[in-house]
T-cell receptor
C-alpha cells in the first residue's frame, strides 16, 4: 500500500521561530494538500498545490505560511514566525488525478507541532 | 460554500451495540463523500467512500449510503468492538477537489 510520509512526527518550537514540516507524497500523485487539526477541533483545509503552484488556499493560510516542492519528491510547509495558536497536528495529503473526483486522497500520519 | 455537519459526540457504546453516526452535507455540485477514522495517536485513514447517489461504501463492517434526497451519508455498524474506539470524520470532496471535514465524532466502545 503506497503511503504519504511526514517528518517530523513531533516538533516543539519556541514562539517566533521558523518551522518546516516535510512531506513525501505518493510518487505518481499530482495534487498535494496541507490540513491542520487543532487539538479537539475539526480538520481544516490550509492549501492545495498543483503543477508547482498553489491552486487554492484558505483564510488560515496567511503570509506566514508558504509551501514548496523543492524537488521531485518533497512537499514542505513553512511557518515563518510561529505563534502559540499554530500548535496543531498538520496533515499532508496527496491524490493522483483531478479528473476523477472519486479518487482517494491519501493522508500522512501527521506532524504534531507544539509552540511554546 | 460546501460543508459537512455530523452529530456531536462523544458517543459511548457497549461492545456489540449498533452504531449510527449521522452526517449531512451541503454542496452546490455532486461531491464525493468519505468517512475517515483517526485512531488514538494516529493520522487520518480512509474508512469508506461513495462517489455518486445511492452508492454504498463499506469496509470493516462499517457502511454508509450516499443519499442525495436527504443529503446524508450516515455511518453504521451492526456490532461495534472495543477496537473501533476512535474519532470518525465525515468529509466531502467538492468540485475543486478540496476536502471539507465535519467536526469529528469520538466513539468509545466499552467491553
Amino acid at each position: 500500500e503506497p503511503e504519504v510520509t511526514q517528518t517530523p512526527s513531533h516538533q516543539v518550537t519556541q514562539m517566533g521561530q521558523e518551522v518546516i514540516l516535510r512531506c513525501v507524497p505518493i510518487s505518481n500523485h499530482l495534487y498535494f494538500y496541507w490540513y491542520r487539526q487543532i487539538l479537539g477541533q475539526k480538520v481544516e483545509f490550509l492549501v492545495s498545490f498543483y503543477n508547482n503552484e498553489i491552486s487554492e488556499k484558505s483564510e488560515i493560510f496567511d503570509d506566514q505560511f508558504s509551501v514548496e516542492r523543492p524537488d521531485g519528491s518533497n512537499f514542505t510547509l513553512k511557518i515563518r514566525s510561529t505563534k502559540l495558536e499554530d500548535s496543531a497536528m498538520y496533515f499532508c495529503a496527496s491524490h493522483i488525478s483531478w479528473a476523477d473526483t472519486g479518487n482517494t486522497i491519501y493522508f500522512g500520519e501527521g506532524s504534531w507541532l507544539t509552540v511554546v | 460554500g460546501d460543508s459537512v455537519t455530523q452529530m456531536e459526540g462523544p458517543v459511548t457504546l457497549s461492545e456489540e451495540a449498533f452504531l449510527t453516526i449521522n452526517c449531512t452535507y451541503t454542496a452546490t455540485g455532486y461531491p464525493s463523500l468519505f468517512w475517515y477514522v483517526q485512531y488514538p495517536g494516529e493520522g487520518l485513514q480512509l474508512l469508506l467512500k461513495a462517489t455518486k447517489a445511492d452508492d454504498k461504501g463499506s469496509n470493516k463492517g462499517f457502511e454508509a449510503t450516499y443519499r442525495k434526497e436527504t443529503t446524508s451519508f450516515h455511518l453504521e455498524k451492526g456490532s461495534v468492538q472495543v477496537s473501533d474506539s476512535a474519532v470518525y470524520f465525515c468529509a466531502l470532496r467538492d468540485n475543486n477537489n478540496d476536502m471539507r471535514f465535519g467536526a469529528g465524532t469520538r466513539l468509545t466502545v466499552k467491553p
